[in-house]
């Protein structure tokens, strides 16, 4: 008896733990794995579980100690954990709850590495909380880059580094998902950045290829197009026409009789327009006869001629009158024909109207009165009504009942039934069950496949992110629908999805101007126009006057007026903005931004024009910064810290470019209030949005470092840093602002190979994101070449500085041009490298190099006519011709050395002292 209960208590305690294992694995916690992520969905309530980041643990916090219990059990006992770690994104779980509830109880996730970016929103429809785990990956183009580099020689690595002085970033921020709800009942959602992916798995990764940015530098913001409902055709024009369509006003036999003749004259009276008497003559009928069998006839005559008169003076009064006569009319009428004529006019009304609780209760009552009198086709139209009806207010379960109806399935074929259930679903904002009933049901689908379903299915699967099947199924629509008004949104979806997969940017524009071109509908036609600028003005990297002529697509004309609706202000407030940042013009940007409702937008759209807020002016303060004006670069971060900075974790070159102009102005209070408030702005999360500057990732302590690292640079205590660098070094090799810290040092204490070693290990390891600012790379060059030309290497001299001019020679002539530019100190490493090449050139004795001598000293004399190194440039010139046998050129240029008082007496000596060996080899010969 014993073993029984035993066994007994073993079956229920399995069956309960299996009831129990389902239940959570499938409501509570979920982990699904993609190619591009993974995911991790919780069935909670919203603000239940928060998620931070701090380098590279992930802490999913709660108050909810039931809930935090519960998930620790459930990630244990349910393999949660072992799935997770199972994905290579996390590589440990703990779980901590010992503060609680001072600070809330967390489950700490260990990601594999730092390049993983954690993004989390809230599906309110499913009461799902969603985290997923995007590892920041490069397609193989730029892995090989990156082998390459390591393999080039020394040359053109400095070639590859020295364009990138003013060179825009690639970034690797993204931006979640937000949801607005839209007045009629449309919902719509506003997807930026990143997570417009949703559950995709087809996206390629989004990089740049080098002459555009991605997709989220440009018209970074989609929405949900409405669903298309099933047509029912009108049969009518209601504009002209009345129920007689489907009633005639009939003649009576004069003949049969008195009433005969008085109805007779009502109905000629009707026909006459003359209303007035009609009316009157049916309240003679009324008070002679009574209520007999006609008193409906003359009553819809009344209701008829209202209705004729409203429509004829544009006077809605007469005509609700009207309706609410045929309303009653059809309650209490026994004129079976009347009552069916009413119905069907006034289901058309109440469609027009979009009164679909009205044209459902109209509907059910033709398909009673058409059932039960066996009336088929009315039967059916009756039934396409109710459903539609349904449809559109959202009833998807009624629909469902109402589709599996067999006398409905009879009336109404497979995919009709299917296109509504579809319509319901996506209209509810439930894209998943759309695609689930069509592939249910698509194989019973008669060809054509309805206009509807295939725009409606199209979207669903956009929704979804599933972009190729989208793709496919709106280019069908295109094919077969092409003169149907919607098929400009089908166009739309398909250049946008092209957008989103990375297609070619000439390719994007010509999909974009095929929209524009080919749309009838004004709404398209705009949305396509701000695209189209997007991909043109805002990612393109280099601006020609011939790509501004479209500027002129964001003007909007008075059809376009009409239709411009809240996501697409906000689309062409986005690019705008945008294309002001792209073309740096950053004060017209920040007068833009000044002049956008910020305060009145919802969090996450307010956050991501912040963010491109701080942006703006961390171009303005970089500006500051290179031409030396640091007062302008505090007063900018005073004044637009709360606005801007304060809202995002704030980037590592903002934190430099402020803390090195506050050291520049002696200010050491701002500079502690400065490092105090980025100690506070860590704890933020990260950007998540487009990163227009070089934004290179550190850390506070990294921050602070550097900070200090400027303050001995600005007092020259070279051997300080020299000092401090090693130690940290030791402990950090990989960090390559160090390398270039210590090359400085190193060349400053005249440790030149060290200096060389250092840069070099820096130049190797360092990618377009290398945190130097523009005066960081200025000094980079001059030491970079003045230690290997004073280390005695001449060959490696010639071929580094060879490197270096060839790149910065287009930027220094550019700067020389600009007689209005108030810093040159580009132009003067330029100068030192160009003359030391020259002396190098000289040095090196090969008769090869004595044009390139002449081409460079030219070079010299037309940029810098006042140089100090103008006398011995002259000088070697003047040897280089004498030994290409241009003899008499060459003495013209040293007794010109002569007699020039500007020139130093040693050069004015070493030229007396050739034209005296000239002279003798003259006499000798």
Same mark, same amino acid.
């Given at each position: 008896? %014993?073993?029984?209960?035993?066994?007994?208590?073993?079956?229920?305690?399995?069956?309960?733990?299996?009831?129990?294992?389902?239940?959570?694995?499938?409501?509570?916690?979920?982990?699904?794995?993609?190619?591009?992520?993974?995911?991790?969905?919780?069935?909670? #309530?919203?603000?239940?579980?928060?998620?931070?980041?701090?380098?590279?643990?992930?802490?999913?916090?709660?108050?909810?100690?039931?809930?935090?219990?519960?998930?620790?059990?459930?990630?244990? !006992?349910?393999?949660?954990?072992?799935?997770?770690?199972?994905?290579?994104?996390?590589?440990?779980?703990?779980?901590?709850?010992?503060?609680?509830?001072?600070?809330?109880?967390?489950?700490?996730?260990?990601?594999?590495?730092?390049?993983?970016?954690?993004?989390?929103?809230?599906?309110?429809?499913?009461?799902?909380?969603?985290?997923?785990?995007?590892?920041?990956?490069?397609?193989?183009?730029?892995?090989?880059?990156?082998?390459?580099?390591?393999?080039?020689?020394? *040359?053109?690595?400095?070639?590859?580094?020295?364009?990138?002085?003013?060179?825009?970033?690639?970034?690797?921020?993204?931006?979640?998902?937000?949801?607005?709800?839209?007045?009629?009942?449309?919902?719509?959602?506003?997807?930026?950045?990143?997570?417009?992916?949703?559950? $995709?798995?087809?996206?390629?990764?989004?990089?740049?290829?080098?002459?555009?940015?991605?997709?989220?530098?440009?018209?970074?913001?989609?929405?949900?197009?409405?669903?298309?409902?099933?047509?029912?055709?009108?049969?009518?024009?209601?504009?002209?026409?009345?129920?007689?369509?489907?009633?005639?006003?009939?003649?009576?036999?004069?003949? &049969?009789?008195?009433?005969?003749?008085?109805?007779?004259?009502?109905?000629?009276?009707?026909?006459?327009?003359?209303?007035?008497?009609?009316?009157? #003559?049916?309240?003679?009928?009324? %008070? &002679?006869?009574?209520?007999?069998?006609?008193?409906?006839?003359?009553?819809?005559?009344?209701?008829?001629?209202?209705?004729?008169?409203?429509?004829?003076?544009?006077?809605?009064?007469?005509?609700?009158?009207?309706?609410?006569?045929?309303?009653?009319?059809?309650?209490?009428?026994?004129?079976?024909?009347?009552?069916?004529?009413?119905?069907?006019?006034?289901?058309?009304?109440?469609?027009?109207?979009?009164?679909?609780?009205?044209?459902?209760?109209?509907?059910?009552?033709?398909?009673?009165?058409?059932?039960?009198?066996?009336?088929?086709?009315?039967?059916?139209?009756?039934?396409?009504?109710?459903?539609?009806?349904?449809?559109?207010?959202?009833?998807?379960?009624?629909?469902?009942?109402?589709?599996?109806?067999?006398?409905?399935?009879?009336?109404?074929?497979?995919?009709?039934?299917?296109?509504?259930?579809?319509?319901?679903?996506?209209?509810?904002?439930?894209?998943?069950?759309?695609?689930?009933?069509?592939?249910?049901?698509?194989? $019973?689908?008669?060809?054509?496949?309805?206009?509807?379903?295939?725009?409606?299915?199209?979207?669903?699967?956009?929704?979804?992110?599933?972009?190729?099947?989208?793709?496919?199924?709106?280019?069908?629509? *295109?094919?077969?629908?092409?003169?149907?008004?919607?098929?400009?949104?089908?166009?739309?979806?398909?250049?946008?999805? /092209?957008?989103?997969?990375?297609?070619?940017?000439?390719?994007?524009? $010509?999909?974009?101007?095929?929209?524009?071109?080919?749309?009838?509908?004004?709404?398209?036609?705009?949305?396509?126009?701000?695209?189209?600028?997007?991909?043109?003005?805002?990612?393109?990297?280099?601006?020609?006057?011939?790509?501004?002529?479209?500027?002129?697509?964001?003007?909007?004309?008075?059809?376009?007026?009409?239709?411009?609706?809240? +996501?697409?202000?906000?689309?062409?407030?986005?690019?705008?903005?945008?294309?002001?940042?792209?073309?740096?013009?950053?004060?017209?940007?920040?007068?833009?931004?000044?002049?956008?409702?910020?305060? /009145?937008?919802?969090?996450?759209?307010?956050?991501?024009?912040?963010?491109?807020?701080?942006?703006?002016?961390?171009?303005?303060?970089?500006?500051?910064?290179?031409?030396?004006?640091?007062?302008?670069?505090?007063?900018?971060?005073?004044?637009?810290?709360?606005?801007?900075?304060?809202?995002?974790?704030?980037?590592?070159? *903002?934190?430099?470019?402020?803390?090195?102009?506050?050291?520049?102005?002696?200010?050491?209070?701002?500079?502690?209030?400065?490092?105090?408030?980025?100690? %506070?702005? #860590?704890?933020?999360?990260?950007?998540?949005?487009?990163?227009?500057?070089?934004?290179?990732?550190?850390?506070?302590?990294?921050?602070?470092?550097?900070?200090? /690292?400027?303050?001995?640079?600005?007092?020259?205590?070279?051997?300080?840093?020299?000092?401090?660098?090693?130690?940290?070094?030791?402990?950090? +090799?990989?960090?390559?602002?160090?390398?270039?810290?210590?090359?400085?040092?190193?060349?400053?204490?005249?440790?030149?190979?060290?200096? !060389?070693?250092?840069?070099?290990?820096?130049?190797?390891?360092?990618?377009?994101?290398?945190?130097?600012?523009?005066?960081?790379?200025? $000094?980079?060059?001059?030491?970079?070449?003045?230690?290997?030309?004073?280390?005695?290497?001449?060959?490696?001299?010639?071929?580094?500085?060879?490197?270096?001019?060839?790149?910065?020679?287009?930027?220094?002539?550019?700067?020389?041009?600009?007689?209005?530019?108030?810093?040159?100190?580009?132009?003067?490493?330029?100068?030192?490298?160009?003359?030391?090449?020259?002396?190098?050139?000289?040095?090196?004795?090969?008769?090869?190099?004595?044009?390139?001598?002449?081409?460079?000293?030219?070079?010299?004399?037309?940029?810098?006519?006042?140089?100090?190194?103008?006398?011995?440039?002259?000088?070697?010139?003047?040897?280089?011709?004498?030994?290409?046998?241009?003899? &008499?050129?060459?003495?013209?240029?040293?007794?010109?050395?002569?007699?020039?008082?500007?020139?130093?007496?040693?050069?004015?000596?070493?030229?007396?002292?050739?034209?005296?060996?000239?002279?003798?080899?003259?006499?000798?010969?």
């Amino acid at each position: 008896m %014993k073993l029984r209960l035993i066994f007994y208590a073993f079956v229920l305690l399995c069956i309960n733990l299996c009831l129990y294992t389902s239940v959570v694995a499938e409501e509570l916690v979920l982990f699904e794995s993609f190619k591009t992520h993974s995911r991790l969905i919780f069935d909670v #309530s919203r603000g239940q579980i928060v998620v931070n980041k701090k380098a590279q643990d992930v802490y999913l916090e709660t108050l909810d100690k039931q809930l935090f219990d519960d998930l620790k059990n459930y990630f244990e !006992i349910f393999k949660i954990a072992e799935k997770i770690k199972s994905g290579k994104t996390v590589t440990k779980i703990s779980y901590t709850s010992d503060d609680y509830p001072e600070k809330p109880a967390r489950i700490v996730l260990g990601l594999a590495n730092t390049e993983i970016d954690i993004f989390s929103f809230y599906k309110e429809s499913e009461r799902k909380f969603i985290v997923d785990f995007w590892e920041k990956r490069k397609d193989e183009s730029s892995k090989n880059h990156r082998n390459e580099l390591a393999r080039k020689t020394e *040359v053109e690595v400095i070639r590859t580094v020295a364009s990138v002085d003013l060179k825009k970033e690639k970034i690797k921020e993204v931006k979640e998902v937000k949801e607005v709800k839209e007045g009629g009942g449309e919902k719509k959602e506003l997807l930026v950045e990143k997570e417009m992916l949703r559950e $995709n798995t087809e996206v390629s990764s989004l990089e740049e290829n080098g002459e555009y940015r991605d997709f989220r530098y440009g018209a970074a913001l989609i929405w949900d197009y409405r669903a298309i409902i099933p047509e029912i055709k009108e049969e009518i024009n209601l504009e002209s026409k009345t129920p007689e369509v489907y009633y005639p006003v009939k003649k009576f036999d004069v003949d &049969k009789g008195e009433k005969e003749t008085h109805l007779q004259l009502n109905v000629n009276l009707f026909h006459q327009k003359k209303w007035g008497l009609m009316n009157k #003559s049916i309240e003679l009928y009324q %008070k &002679k006869y009574g209520k007999d069998v006609y008193s409906d006839f003359n009553r819809y005559m009344q209701a008829t001629a209202l209705l004729k008169s409203s429509l004829e003076k544009r006077d809605l009064g007469p005509q609700r009158m009207a309706i609410a006569i045929y309303s009653d009319l059809v309650e209490r009428t026994q004129d079976h024909d009347l009552k069916n004529g009413l119905l069907q006019y006034l289901i058309y009304m109440m469609l027009k109207q979009n009164d679909y609780i009205r044209s459902l209760n109209y509907a059910k009552k033709l398909f009673v009165e058409a059932k039960s009198n066996f009336e088929d086709e009315l039967e059916e139209f009756a039934s396409r009504v109710i459903i539609h009806s349904l449809s559109k207010l959202g009833q998807i379960e009624k629909v469902k009942e109402f589709a599996a109806d067999k006398s409905i399935k009879v009336l109404l074929n497979t995919q009709l039934l299917s296109a509504y259930e579809i319509y319901t679903h996506l209209f509810m904002d439930k894209p998943k069950e759309a695609v689930e009933v069509f592939e249910k049901n698509r194989a $019973n689908f008669n060809r054509p496949i309805l206009d509807s379903v295939l725009f409606n299915i199209g979207e669903a699967y956009f929704r979804l992110g599933h972009y190729r099947k989208s793709q496919e199924i709106f280019a069908q629509l *295109v094919k077969e629908y092409s003169h149907k008004t919607f098929a400009a949104y089908a166009r739309m979806r398909i250049a946008l999805m /092209a957008d989103l997969l990375g297609d070619p940017p000439e390719k994007l524009m $010509n999909e974009y101007k095929q929209v524009i071109d080919l749309a009838v509908d004004a709404k398209i036609k705009y949305e396509a126009k701000i695209r189209y600028v997007g991909v043109r003005l805002a990612r393109k990297i280099n601006i020609t006057n011939e790509d501004r002529d479209y500027y002129a697509f964001l003007e909007r004309g008075i059809d376009e007026d009409k239709v411009f609706d809240p +996501p697409m202000r906000k689309l062409l407030w986005l690019v705008r903005l945008r294309t002001f940042i792209n073309e740096k013009n950053y004060e017209d940007a920040l007068t833009y931004i000044h002049s956008l409702p910020l305060i /009145a937008m919802n969090p996450l759209e307010k956050r991501m024009f912040e963010g491109d807020g701080a942006e703006i002016v961390h171009g303005i303060m970089k500006k500051n910064f290179d031409n030396g004006e640091y007062g302008e670069v505090i007063r900018y971060w005073e004044k637009y810290y709360e606005m801007f900075f304060n809202k995002v974790v704030l980037s590592y070159n *903002v934190g430099i470019i402020v803390g090195h102009a506050y050291i520049k102005m002696g200010l050491e209070q701002g500079l502690e209030r400065m490092i105090v408030e980025l100690k %506070k702005n #860590s704890e933020r999360p990260k950007r998540s949005y487009p990163l227009w500057i070089n934004a290179s990732e550190s850390n506070i302590k990294e921050i602070i470092e550097e900070i200090d /690292a400027i303050k001995l640079i600005e007092t020259n205590k070279w051997e300080s840093l020299y000092s401090n660098n090693t130690k940290k070094l030791l402990d950090n +090799p990989g960090q390559l602002k160090l390398h270039f810290y210590q090359g400085m040092a190193a060349y400053k204490l005249s440790k030149h190979e060290e200096a !060389i070693r250092h840069f070099e290990e820096y130049l190797l390891k360092s990618d377009a994101q290398n945190g130097l600012t523009r005066q960081e790379m200025i $000094n980079f060059f001059g030491m970079y070449t003045e230690a290997i030309y004073k280390n005695g290497d001449n060959d490696k001299f010639i071929k580094s500085s060879s490197a270096i001019l060839s790149d910065l020679g287009p930027k220094v002539a550019a700067v020389r041009e600009n007689k209005n530019n108030k810093s040159d100190d580009l132009g003067r490493i330029y100068e030192r490298i160009l003359y030391l090449s020259i002396e190098a050139l000289y040095a090196d004795g090969n008769n090869k190099n004595l044009e390139e001598i002449i081409n460079r000293a030219s070079i010299l004399n037309k940029y810098y006519a006042k140089s100090q190194y103008k006398g011995r440039v002259d000088y070697v010139v003047a040897l280089v011709k004498i030994k290409k046998q241009e003899q &008499k050129e060459g003495v013209e240029i040293l007794e010109r050395l002569i007699k020039d008082d500007n020139v130093p007496k040693y050069i004015q000596e070493l030229a007396k002292s050739e034209l005296s060996t000239l002279k003798l080899m003259q006499q000798k010969l």
